[in-house]
Antibody, heavy 116, light 107 residues
Framework: QVQLKESGPGLVQPSQTLSLTCTVAGFSLTSYNVHWVRQPPGKGLEWMGVIWNTGGTRYNSALKSRLSISKDTSKSQVFLKMNSLQTEDTATYYC??????????WGQGVMVTVSS | DIQMTQSPASLSASLEEIVTITCQASQDIGNYLSWYQQKLGKSPQLLIHSATSLADGVPSRFSGSRSGTQYSLKINRLQVEDTGIYYCLQHYSAPWTFGGGTKLELK
């Protein structure tokens, strides 16, 4: 059964670094790409970046200077790190599997609030 | 960046009605277009991939079509469980971009 689950702190202080983990099951990270997508409260979806099955990455240029995506294939985990957080980074963060035909399975999301 | 202009932003329709939502791409994206449904507090669910292919387990009343750079999601015979917000996504080139969303409610 394909599953993705995001985990991380619910609250981050401004200017600090966000670290999220996406733990997957039911498929291998060597065969599928994984994307990160975020959604501010009451707003639409924003693509953040992808880690390809080969390990390469691609980021949204608007976030590129602050964002890093990596993975540990043996642990079936994908990691997101984003620094210099501001209040506008408050959002639900999702990871999603990509076959690649566009993301098919999504995690439940993790809500991150940036506040002092 | 490729812009995806989705319309309408909101829509109120009756049970059993036919509903159409469209996304206009700012340039050619081929068939690299997916449609998602999102219910309140839940993650997006894939409905259509490759512009016209129904995802596994999705009711056949949902269908996707393409005309040039305009993409459409059609819901035949709207059901109660079809309410929610619908998004298109282009994954032709990075950065991938979503449409702004269509909020579908029952009249």
């Amino acid at each position: 059964q394909v599953q993705l689950k995001e985990s991380g702190p619910g609250l981050v202080q401004p200017s600090q670094t966000l670290s999220l983990t996406c733990t997957v099951a039911g498929f291998s990270l060597t065969s599928y790409n994984v994307h990160w997508v975020r959604q501010p409260p009451g707003k639409g979806l924003e693509w953040m970046g992808v880690i390809w099955n080969t390990g390469g990455t691609r980021y949204n240029s608007a976030l590129k200077s602050r964002l890093s995506i990596s993975k540990d294939t043996s642990k079936s985990q994908v990691f997101l790190k984003m620094n210099s957080l501001q209040t506008e980074d408050t959002a639900t963060y999702y990871c999603a599997r990509d076959p690649p035909l566009g993301p098919d399975y999504w995690g439940q999301g993790v809500m991150v609030t940036v506040s002092s | 960046d490729i812009q995806m202009t989705q319309s309408p932003a909101s829509l109120s329709a009756s049970l059993e009605e036919i509903v159409t939502i469209t996304c206009q791409a700012s340039q050619d994206i081929g068939n690299y277009l997916s449609w998602y449904q999102q219910k309140l507090g839940k993650s997006p669910q894939l409905l259509i991939h490759s512009a016209t292919s129904l995802a596994d387990g999705v009711p056949s009343r949902f269908s996707g079509s393409r005309s040039g750079t305009q993409y459409s999601l059609k819901i035949n015979r709207l059901q109660v469980e079809d309410t929610g917000i619908y998004y298109c996504l282009q994954h032709y080139s990075a950065p991938w971009t979503f449409g702004g969303g269509t909020k579908l409610e029952l009249k």
